[in-house]
Protein backbone atom coordinates (compact mmCIF):
# COMPACT_ATOMS: atom_id res chain seq x y z
CA UNK A 1 0.00 0.00 0.00
CA UNK A 2 1.24 3.33 -0.79
CA UNK A 3 0.23 6.50 0.51
CA UNK A 4 1.40 10.08 0.20
CA UNK A 5 1.39 12.74 3.35
CA UNK A 6 2.74 16.11 2.09
CA UNK A 7 6.42 15.90 0.58
CA UNK A 8 6.55 12.10 1.95
CA UNK A 9 5.49 8.88 0.13
CA UNK A 10 5.00 6.10 2.48
CA UNK A 11 5.16 2.44 1.51
CA UNK A 12 3.94 -0.61 3.50
CA UNK A 13 4.88 -4.31 2.34
CA UNK A 14 4.54 -7.58 3.88
CA UNK A 15 8.36 -8.44 4.17
CA UNK A 16 9.20 -12.73 4.29
CA UNK A 17 12.01 -13.72 6.03
CA UNK A 18 15.24 -14.15 5.03
CA UNK A 19 14.27 -12.18 1.33
CA UNK A 20 14.92 -8.53 0.55
CA UNK A 21 12.42 -5.93 -0.87
CA UNK A 22 13.48 -3.74 -3.51
CA UNK A 23 10.89 -0.81 -3.98
CA UNK A 24 11.37 1.59 -7.58
CA UNK A 25 9.11 4.77 -7.98
CA UNK A 26 9.44 5.44 -11.74
CA UNK A 27 7.96 8.52 -13.82
CA UNK A 28 5.47 8.35 -16.42
CA UNK A 29 8.36 8.34 -19.08
CA UNK A 30 9.77 4.71 -17.32
CA UNK A 31 12.60 6.28 -15.66
CA UNK A 32 13.57 5.11 -12.27
CA UNK A 33 13.76 8.44 -9.75
CA UNK A 34 13.93 7.07 -6.50
CA UNK A 35 14.65 3.30 -5.25
CA UNK A 36 15.19 1.30 -2.02
CA UNK A 37 16.45 -2.25 -1.26
CA UNK A 38 15.43 -3.89 2.17
CA UNK A 39 18.12 -6.49 2.51
CA UNK A 40 17.15 -9.60 4.31
CA UNK A 41 14.10 -7.88 6.37
CA UNK A 42 12.16 -9.17 9.34
CA UNK A 43 9.08 -10.93 8.76
CA UNK A 44 6.06 -8.90 9.05
CA UNK A 45 4.97 -5.53 7.77
CA UNK A 46 7.34 -2.94 6.74
CA UNK A 47 7.11 0.69 5.85
CA UNK A 48 9.43 2.87 4.06
CA UNK A 49 9.45 6.54 3.46
CA UNK A 50 10.83 8.60 0.62
CA UNK A 51 11.08 11.80 -0.04
CA UNK A 52 9.08 13.35 -2.82
CA UNK A 53 9.70 16.84 -2.75
CA UNK A 54 12.37 17.17 -5.50
CA UNK A 55 9.79 15.92 -8.22
CA UNK A 56 7.89 17.32 -10.67
CA UNK A 57 4.06 16.82 -10.56
CA UNK A 58 2.80 14.03 -12.27
CA UNK A 59 2.01 10.28 -12.16
CA UNK A 60 4.65 8.00 -11.03
CA UNK A 61 4.86 3.99 -10.48
CA UNK A 62 5.47 2.49 -6.92
CA UNK A 63 6.56 -0.97 -7.58
CA UNK A 64 7.34 -3.42 -4.84
CA UNK A 65 9.24 -6.74 -5.78
CA UNK A 66 9.87 -9.55 -3.20
CA UNK A 67 10.05 -13.25 -3.86
CA UNK A 68 9.47 -13.15 -6.77
CA UNK A 69 6.61 -11.28 -6.68
CA UNK A 70 5.80 -7.63 -7.99
CA UNK A 71 2.94 -4.79 -7.34
CA UNK A 72 2.49 -1.69 -8.89
CA UNK A 73 0.68 1.41 -7.92
CA UNK A 74 0.46 4.64 -9.43
CA UNK A 75 0.02 8.04 -7.26
CA UNK A 76 -0.10 11.81 -8.69
CA UNK A 77 2.03 14.31 -7.22
CA UNK A 78 0.36 17.94 -7.17
CA UNK A 79 2.76 20.51 -5.17
Known amino acids: MTTLHG ?9 VA ?3 ARISLVDIAGKT ?6 ENSAVGSRSVSLDVR ?3 RGTYFVTVERN ?8 TIVH
Do not use: K, P
Open 7 to 15: TRLAVTYHA
Open 54 to 56: NLR
Open 68 to 75: GSRETQSI
Open 33 to 38: VRSFVD
Open 18 to 20: GAS
